[in-house]
C-alpha cells in the first residue's frame, strides 16, 4: 500500500467512526430527551404517552394526597392550569406545597400524569430556571419580587420570594 | 497603622525579589534550545541501552529504536552546530531593557496593587472574630445603646417606647431609681401592663435591698389585675408574704405559682424553698421537691435547728436578689446549664455588692441564705465568716447575723452563742 | 487585620502575575536570560501571597468572623470546626480563591522544578500561566471577592449549606480542581510551544507527568464526588448525567486521551500536532467545567453560584483562552514539524484509536451537556437530556475502545504482530467467555446485555493483566525467573497493568449494579420488616437526636438473613434550623462489595409509619475500587524512573553514569 492509501484508509475509518458517533447522537436527541411544557402547554397539546415530558410548575397548595403507602399524588399548577401528577417513590427533601417543582415522566391517557422523576432543588430558594423562565415568559413572575399573583386568578400559590434570576 | 506596615512590607519583599534577578542574574545568553535537544535525546539512548540490559525490551525492537533516536540525535545536533539566527543582542540595548524592566516592576509593581487594593479593601476594619465580640460587645453596645436613648429622650420625654425600652436595661445595669422613674414614665405615656407594673415593682423591691415594700407590692398587684396569669408579680407577693411572715398566705401563694409555673421555671429553686420554708413555719411536713437543692434548704431548715428563734432573723427570710421579668423571662428559654449560672450570676452581684458596702446586715444575711440554698456551704460558711468581720465582734448585727446562721443551720447554737 | 492582610497579599499577587505575564516572555523573545529569570521568582511569591491569602480566609471562617460577607453568608458558630476549615472552599468565593490557590502550586512547582527545562519554553509556559492566574484573580477581585467586609457585623452567620457538611465534599474540591488546575500546564505548554514555534524534545517527557499528576487527582476527585452523591444525596445512583457531573467528566476523557498521545510523542515523536490540540481541548473542558458550575447557566443538584455578571466574566475568559489558543493553533499548527511514521497496526495504532475513540465519547458528552443549552439560546425550547441520551450514545463508542484496550500494550511500536497479541490475549478471551456462558446461564438467558456486560468485564481484567505475565514469562522460565523478571519490569508497565485493570474493575461494578440491582419502596412502621435480595430487614425505631447544628431523625434496621443479625443500618434525616433545610443520611451496609442502601422518606399522614427505599446494589463498591486500581496504576507510571516529576535530564547523565 502506499503512504497516500494508508494515509486515505486511515482518514476514512476516522470518518466511519465519527460518522457513526454522529449518528448516535442525532438518534438519541430525537428519541431521549425530555421536553420541557408547562401545565398549560401539558393541557393544550396533549402529547403522546410515549413523549417524555418534564412538567415544570409549582406544587398547588393543599394538594399533596399520600395514600398510605409510596404512592403520592399532587397537581402542578402554573397559576393557570394545573395537572394532576402521581409518583411512586421518595420526594425530595424540599418538596413543599408552594414549591417550585420538576417531574419527569409521561402523560398518561387518563390525563394524569406519571413521574418517574421529581425534582426539587436542594436549596430553599430554588425555583427551577425552566419555571421561572416560563412564568416570566407569562408575566406571572418578576424578578426579586417571586410570583405575581394575577387578580382574576383562582388558584391560591404561595410565592417563593427572591428565588431565581 | 500595623496593616500599613505589614502591607508596604510584604510588597517591598516581593518587589525586591522580582528586581533581584535582572541586578543581579547571569548575563549569559539562553543556551541554544537545540543543545538541549542533544541532551534528551542522549538521555533517551542511554535509557534504552538500560532497558535492553534489564531485558525489558526486545533485541530487534531496541536496534530499530536506537536508529531512529540516532537519526533524531544527529538533525538535533546539526542544528545546533548552525549559528543562531539575529546574532548576537546589543549589549547597551540589553542594559537599557533591563533598567526599563527594573524601573517598571519598582513603580508600578506597589503601585497597582495599592490602587486596586484601594478600590476593594476594607483597610481600616478590624478582624471580628466571634470570640473577641462575644467578650467586648454586650458591654459596649449597651453602654452606648444607653446613652443614645437617654439623648433621645431627653429631646423628647413623651417617647413612652423609649422609656419602656430604658427600663429594663435600667433594672439590669442596677440602676434602680432610674429603672423605676422609667416604668413610672411608660405606664403613665403609654398606659399600664402587666409588664410595666411588674418592672415597676421589681425596682422598688431592688432598691428597698429586696424587700418588697408596700408601694412594690401595690404595683405588682396592679399588674396581676391586669393580667391575672403574671407570673413574675406573683413570684413577688409570694415572697412578700414570706417576708411578712404570712406563713400560710406564703404557703399558697408559693403552692400557685409552682402549679403554674412551667416546669424548668428559673425561680422554682427560690420558690421551693419559700414553700418549704413556709410549710415548716406552719409546722407540716417539707414537701417533695424536685430539685436536690431546695431539698437541701429544706433539710437545712429541719426541726433540729431552733425555729423563729427572733423575730428580727425571721423578717430577712426568702429575701433572695429578685430577677426581674425580663430576665425571668429569657431563663425560663435558657438551658438548664444557663440558669443555674443565671442564679449564681445575681449571688455574685450581691456579693460584690457586700464587698464594697459590707454595713448592711441583710444583705449579708440574703447572701449566706442563697448559698445555702445552692447548696455552697463553703461559700455560705465564708460568707459568714467575712459577714462577722464586717461587724465589730459585740454589736447587734454582728449578734443577729450569728443568731442567722445558727437558724439556718450553717453553725451550731453552741458556736453562735460562744462568741 | 488578619483579613485584610489576606485580602491585600491576593491584590499584591494579581500585581505580580500581571508582571509575571509579560516580563519571561519578553525575556524569551529577546533572549535576555535576566528577565527570563523573574518568572520562577514572580511564580514562587505569587503563589506564597495566594496561601497568605487563603490562610487568612481559613482563619476568618475558623474564628467565625461575620464581618466577613463570605463567612456570614456560609458559616455559623455552631458548625462543627471540621466544616468550618472545609467550608472555606464548599462556596463559590472560597472555592474559586482554592483554585487560584492550586493553579499558583503548580506554576511555582514549575518555577521550582523546572530548572533544566530549555529556558525559553520554561519562561513561557510560566508566562502563559501567569495569563490564567492573572484573569482568575480578576475574576475574583472584581466578581466574587471572599474578602468582602460586612459592617457592622452580624452576630451569627447563615450556615453552609447542609448537603455540603459533608466529610466527602470537604475533599472532592481540592482533588477536582488538584485535576482541572493540573492540566493547566499541558496547555501552557502547549501555547508555549505555539508561540515558539518549535516542540522541544523534552516537551513530551514534561507534559507527560504533569498530565498524569492532574489526570490521577481527577480521577480521585471525579469518584470522590460520585461516592458523595450516592450517600448524601439519598437517591441511590452514582452516577447521574448531571451537567456539572459531566463537566468532570470531560476534561478526565480528554485528559486520559492526552496522556496516551504524549506517550505516543514521547516515545515515537509522532502525533505532535494532535498532542497539542488536545492539550489545549482538555484544559478548555477544564475551563468550560468551571464555567458551568459556576455560572448556573446549567440547572444542576450542584450549581451554587447563580449570577449571570460571573458567568459573562467566566464567558469572557473562556473566549479569550479557547478561542485564543484555537487561533493560535490554528496560525502556527503547520509550521511545527510533523512527527515519525508508523502502520496502523501498531502500538501507535493502538493509542490512535484510543484517542479517536475517546474523542468521539468526549464529544457525545458535550452534545448532551451543550445541546439544551444551544437549543434553548436558538428556539427557545427548553429540553432536558438526561441518562437515556446518554446511554445510547457514549454507550456504544465505549464498547469497541474497551475491548480494543487489551490489545494495545501487547502492540509492539512501529510495526505489531496483531495475531500474535491475540494469541496472548487467549486466557482472557477464555473468562470472558466463562462469564458470559456463566451469567446466562444464572440468569436463565434473560438477560444478554448483562451476560455481554460481564463479560467485557472480565475481558478487560485479565487482559490488562496478560502483558505483565507474558513479559514475564512465567510459563517458560518458572516461577522464580519469571517473578524477578515481573520485579524487574519498568514501573510504567505495572502503570498501565494497574490502571486498565482498574476499568475493567469499574465496568464490573457498573454492570452488575445496572442489571442486578433490586429495590423495595414501602412503608414501615417500627417493627414492621422488608425484604431484599435474601435478606429481611426489621425497622427497629425510629428516634430523634440532636446533632451539633441540626436535629436528626434516626431510623434504626437491623439486617437478617435466615435469622442471625447481621448488622445494624442507621438512616437519618437531618433538619438544620438555620438554613430550614433537610437532608438525607442514607444508611449503608456495606457486605463484600455489595451494599445495602437504605434512606427515608416522609412520614405517611397518621404519622405512625414512614416511607422506606431500600436498595440492594450488588458489587456496587467495585465501581469506586476501580478508580482507586487507575489511580494507583497513574502514580505507578509517575513513579517509573523515566518520567519521575522534575527529574531532570542533565542529572540523569550522571545517575547513568554511576549506575553503570
Sequence with gaps: ?165 | MVFWIVAAAMTAVVTLAIVWPLLHGKDEAAAAASDHDVEVYAAQLRELDGDLERGTIAASEAATARAEIGRRLIRAAERAQSPAPGGRVVHSLRRSRTLAATFAVVVMLPAVAFVFYDTVGAPAMPDQPLALREQSQPDLDLASLVEKAEARLRADPTDGSGWEVLAPIYLRMNRQEDAAEAYRKAIEINGPSATRFGGLGEALTEIANGEVTDDAKSAFERALQINASYLPAKFFLALDASQEQRAADAETRWTELISQSPPNAPWLRIAEAGLADARQRLGKAAPATTSDAPAEAAGVASPDSQPGSSAGVASGEGGFVGPDAATVEAASQMSAGDRQQMIEGMVETLAARLKQSPDDVEGWKRLIRSYTVLGKTDEAKAALVDAQSAFPADSAASREIAAFAVEIGLSTGEEATSR | ?660
Design chain 1, 1 to 165: 500500500m502506499t503512504r497516500k492509501a494508508k494515509r486515505l484508509y486511515s482518514i476514512g475509518a476516522m470518518l466511519i467512526v465519527v460518522g457513526a458517533a454522529a449518528g448516535l447522537v442525532l438518534t438519541a436527541l430525537s428519541s431521549s430527551v425530555a421536553y420541557f411544557q408547562s401545565p398549560t402547554e401539558l393541557v393544550k397539546n396533549a402529547p403522546s404517552p410515549a413523549q417524555r415530558i418534564r412538567l415544570g410548575g409549582l406544587i398547588e397548595d393543599g394538594t399533596v394526597k399520600r395514600d398510605g403507602s409510596s404512592n403520592v399524588t399532587f397537581h402542578i399548577t402554573d397559576t393557570v392550569d394545573s395537572v394532576l401528577v402521581s409518583y411512586t417513590g421518595i420526594l425530595p427533601d424540599l418538596f413543599r406545597e408552594g414549591q417550585g417543582v420538576i417531574a419527569e415522566g409521561t402523560l398518561g391517557p387518563d390525563r394524569i400524569f406519571v413521574a418517574d422523576t421529581v425534582l426539587a432543588k436542594h436549596d430553599e430558594t430554588y425555583m427551577p430556571k425552566e419555571v421561572v423562565d416560563d412564568l416570566k415568559a407569562r408575566g406571572l413572575w418578576e424578578d426579586g419580587k417571586g410570583l405575581v399573583k394575577k387578580p382574576d386568578e383562582t388558584v391560591s400559590v404561595t410565592p417563593v420570594a427572591g428565588a431565581g434570576s
Design chain 3, 1 to 660: 487585620m488578619i483579613v485584610e492582610i489576606g485580602h491585600f497579599a491576593l491584590v499584591l499577587s494579581l500585581s505580580v502575575a500581571l508582571f509575571q505575564s509579560v516580563l519571561p516572555m519578553v525575556g524569551a523573545r529577546k533572549g535576555d536570560q535576566r528577565l527570563m529569570e523573574t518568572g520562577t521568582i514572580a511564580a514562587t511569591g505569587a503563589f506564597v501571597l495566594i496561601g497568605i491569602a487563603f490562610a487568612a480566609l481559613v482563619t476568618a471562617n475558623v474564628t467565625s468572623d461575620f464581618s466577613v460577607l463570605n463567612v456570614f453568608e456560609n458559616s455559623n458558630s455552631a458548625k462543627p470546626m471540621l466544616y468550618k476549615v472545609t467550608g472555606v472552599w464548599g462556596n463559590h468565593e472560597g472555592s474559586m480563591l482554592l483554585w487560584v490557590l492550586i493553579l499558583a502550586f503548580f506554576g511555582s512547582l514549575v518555577a521550582l522544578f523546572g530548572r533544566d527545562l530549555p529556558a525559553t519554553l520554561k519562561a513561557n509556559v510560566l508566562a502563559v500561566q501567569a495569563w490564567i492566574l492573572t484573569a482568575f484573580l480578576l475574576f475574583i477581585l472584581l466578581t466574587s471577592n471572599p474578602f468582602q467586609r460586612l459592617d457592622p457585623a452580624p452576630m451569627e452567620g447563615q450556615d453552609l449549606n447542609p448537603i455540603l457538611q459533608d466529610i466527602g465534599l470537604a475533599i472532592h474540591p481540592p482533588l477536582l480542581y488538584l485535576g482541572y488546575v493540573g492540566f493547566s500546564i499541558a496547555f501552557s505548554f502547549a501555547i508555549a510551544a505555539l508561540i515558539d514555534g518549535r516542540i522541544d524534545a523534552a516537551w513530551a517527557r514534561w507534559v507527560r507527568p504533569w498530565t498524569l499528576l492532574a489526570w490521577i487527582f481527577l480521577t480521585l476527585g471525579i469518584s470522590m464526588g460520585s461516592y458523595w452523591a450516592y450517600y448524601e444525596l439519598g437517591w441511590g445512583g452514582w452516577w447521574f448525567w448531571d451537567p456539572v457531573e459531566n463537566a468532570s467528566f470531560m476534561p478526565w476523557l480528554a485528559g486520559t486521551a492526552l496522556l496516551h498521545s504524549a506517550l505516543v510523542m514521547e516515545k515515537r515523536s509522532a502525533l505532535k500536532i494532535w498532542t497539542i490540540l488536545l492539550a489545549i481541548l482538555t484544559f478548555s473542558l477544564s475551563l468550560l467545567g468551571t464555567f458551568l458550575v459556576r455560572s448556573g447557566v446549567l440547572t444542576s443538584v450542584h450549581a451554587f453560584a447563580t449570577d449571570p455578571t460571573r458567568g459573562v466574566f467566566i464567558l469572557a475568559i473562556l473566549c479569550i483562552f479557547i478561542g485564543g489558543a484555537l487561533v493560535l493553533f490554528a496560525l502556527r499548527a503547520s509550521s511545527l514539524e510533523g512527527g515519525g511514521l508508523f502502520a496502523p497496526i501498531s502500538r501507535e495504532g493502538a493509542l490512535v484509536f484510543n484517542n479517536l475513540f475517546l474523542t468521539t465519547a468526549t464529544a457525545t458528552v458535550l452534545v448532551g451537556t451543550l445541546y439544551p443549552l444551544v437549543l434553548e439560546v436558538l428556539t427557545g425550547e427548553k429540553i432536558s437530556v438526561g441518562e437515556p441520551f446518554f446511554n445510547l450514545t457514549f454507550g456504544p463508542v465505549m464498547v469497541p475502545l474497551l475491548f480494543a484496550v487489551p490489545f494495545g500494550p501487547l502492540l509492539g511500536w512501529k510495526r505489531g504482530d496483531l495475531l500474535g497479541a491475540a494469541q496472548r490475549l487467549y486466557f482472557a478471551a477464555g473468562c470472558a467467555l466463562a462469564a458470559l456462558v456463566g451469567i446466562l446461564a444464572y440468569t436463565g438467558g434473560t438477560k444478554v446485555l448483562a451476560a455481554f456486560g460481564f463479560a467485557l468485564a472480565f475481558w478487560l481484567l485479565a487482559g490488562s493483566l496478560t502483558d505483565l505475565f507474558s513479559r514475564a514469562a512465567f510459563l517458560r522460565t518458572g516461577w522464580r525467573t519469571g517473578l524477578s523478571r515481573l520485579i524487574g519490569l519498568p514501573r510504567s508497565a505495572f502503570g498501565t497493568a494497574l490502571a486498565h485493570f482498574g476499568v475493567g474493575v469499574t465496568l464490573l461494578g457498573i454492570v452488575s449494579v445496572s442489571s442486578f440491582e433490586k429495590e423495595v419502596i414501602t412503608t414501615m412502621a417500627p417493627g414492621a420488616s422488608a425484604d431484599i435480595a435474601g435478606y429481611t430487614l426489621t425497622f427497629d425505631r425510629v428516634e430523634q437526636r440532636p446533632g451539633p447544628n441540626f436535629e436528626a431523625q434516626t431510623g434504626t434496621f437491623s439486617v437478617r438473613q435466615g435469622g442471625g443479625e447481621l448488622a445494624r443500618i442507621e438512616t437519618s434525616k437531618r433538619f438544620f434550623p438555620v438554613r430550614q433545610m433537610t437532608t438525607t443520611e442514607s444508611g449503608i451496609w456495606t457486605h463484600g462489595f455489595s451494599q445495602l442502601y437504605v434512606s427515608l422518606g416522609d412520614p405517611s399522614p397518621d404519622n405512625r409509619s414512614i416511607v422506606v427505599r431500600i436498595w440492594w446494589k450488588p458489587l456496587i463498591t467495585l465501581i469506586w475500587i476501580g478508580t482507586v486500581f487507575m489511580a494507583v496504576g497513574g502514580a505507578f507510571s509517575l513513579a517509573d524512573r523515566r518520567l519521575r516529576v522534575g527529574a531532570p535530564v542533565r542529572s540523569r547523565r550522571k545517575a547513568a553514569l554511576a549506575g553503570t
